[in-house]
């Protein structure tokens, strides 16, 4: 398995852009698929975005499509999030997660980050 450590969280205004991170160790991390998820207070927690090992499959939930890009470099072992236009509603915790297969996936069962906080302020 992977570790994963996100970063990039903080304080934003509504309509601007953040961008985070998620760093993984070992050395097969280019043979794993991995996904964004959030989970806002008293809230489940959401699937937000997903990309294929090659990083050429993405996937995203429908709140955040054409607000929100999923990339990632396999050269540096980081996947990225990056969000635009925020809004009120993104205000969450972010995790990254981690599973080796070929697969474009939802569902994750592998490893995960301890997470990032994102508060989006009016």
């Known amino acids: 398995q992977v570790q994963l450590v996100e970063s990039g969280g903080g304080l934003v205004q509504a309509g601007a852009s953040l961008r985070l991170s998620c760093a993984a160790s070992?050395?097969?991390?280019?043979?794993?698929?991995v996904g964004w998820f959030r989970q806002a207070p008293g809230k489940e927690r959401e699937f937000v975005a997903a990309i294929g090992w090659r990083g050429v499959s993405t996937d995203y939930a429908d709140v955040v499509k054409g607000r929100f890009t999923i990339s990632r470099d396999n050269v540096k072992n980081v996947v990225y999030l990056q969000m635009n236009s925020v809004l009120l509603e993104d205000t969450a915790v972010y995790y990254c997660?981690?599973?080796?297969?070929?697969?474009?996936?939802?569902?994750?069962?592998?490893?995960w980050g301890q997470g990032t906080q994102v508060t989006v302020s009016s």
């Open positions: 997660a981690a599973d080796r297969t070929p697969q474009l996936v939802r569902s994750f069962q592998g490893s």
């Open positions: 070992g050395s097969s991390f280019g043979r794993h698929a």
